[in-house]
């Protein structure tokens, strides 16, 4: 099976403590031993802090997305490191994609300003033509409302793509924790577009990816493909 995992920044690294991502490098690195497994990390609160800290300096979107990139390419340096792969990570998808073909395990930052690492994951899903892309977020899934909100906000055990594009469009998602769909509209798009089978999982606890992967057993958000019924 092809796989890709996106790990968001916040999960991976909140507070750069090695144990997580060697706990994270060690699942990641057991599913490769069965599977082809790219890996997308995201930026986290150092990544916020940095955009902060430069939009007050008058640093323009772009810009401030450059810096978003470069903690993302940090992280994925890190757990990397963690895997004992490459240290430098891919920084375009065709490098991300033969790297993967190479050596069965991959892992790469942000790509370009103005996609966020859920778009990444997403779009290298697609392009590598992925069987399963697992969304470990600091969210255990996508809800009807903000569950931080609203104490009745319930969750979608399983989702049609379609379904996720309308509730991320309708409440202005851009991804950030606590809202209730934790992925941003362009990869709620990428989402539906590919057709991929999509689990959105709280990731605080890496082996949630592992027995999701190995054993399909998961509490969270099944995204399916537009058409695909209860069955």
């Given amino acids: 099976m092809k796989l890709v995992v996106s790990v968001g920044g916040s999960v991976l690294a ?23 497994v ?7 609160r150092v ?12 640093g323009n979107e772009i810009e401030l997305d ?7 390419r940090l992280n994925a340096r890190l757990l990397g490191a963690a895997m004992d792969g490459p240290v430098k990570p891919p920084e375009a998808y065709d490098a991300a994609a033969e790297s993967l073909r190479r050596d069965g395990l991959v892992v790469m930052g942000g790509v370009v300003p ?24 600091s969210v255990p899934g996508v809800f009807d409302a903000d569950p931080n909100e609203s104490p009745d906000a319930e969750r979608y ?9 309308e509730l991320v469009a309708a409440s202005g998602s851009l991804g950030s924790a606590g809202s209730n769909a934790p992925i941003d509209l362009l990869a ?17 606890d890496p082996e949630r990816v592992r027995r999701a992967v190995r054993n399909g057993e998961f509490e969270g958000t099944e995204v399916v493909p537009d058409g695909v019924g209860e069955a």
């Fill in 47 to 58: 990544a916020r802090e940095y955009i902060d800290a430069a939009r007050e300096l008058g």
């Fill in 157 to 165: 055990d399983r989702l049609p793509a379609a379904d996720l594009v």
């Fill in 114 to 137: 103005g996609q966020t690492t859920d778009a990444v994951a997403a779009a290298l899903a697609e392009y590598v033509e992925a069987d399963l892309l697992v969304y470990a977020t």
């Fill in 188 to 204: 709620a798009k990428l989402v539906q577009r590919s057709g991929i089978r999509t689990l959105v999982l709280d990731g605080a």
């Fill in 66 to 72: 450059q810096l978003g990139i470069g903690v993302t």
């Fill in 14 to 36: 909140p507070d750069l403590e090695p144990g997580r991502v060697a706990a994270y490098g060690d699942v990641l690195g057991t599913l490769a031993a069965d599977h082809e």
């Fill in 38 to 44: 790219a890996a997308v990390v995201g930026g986290g």
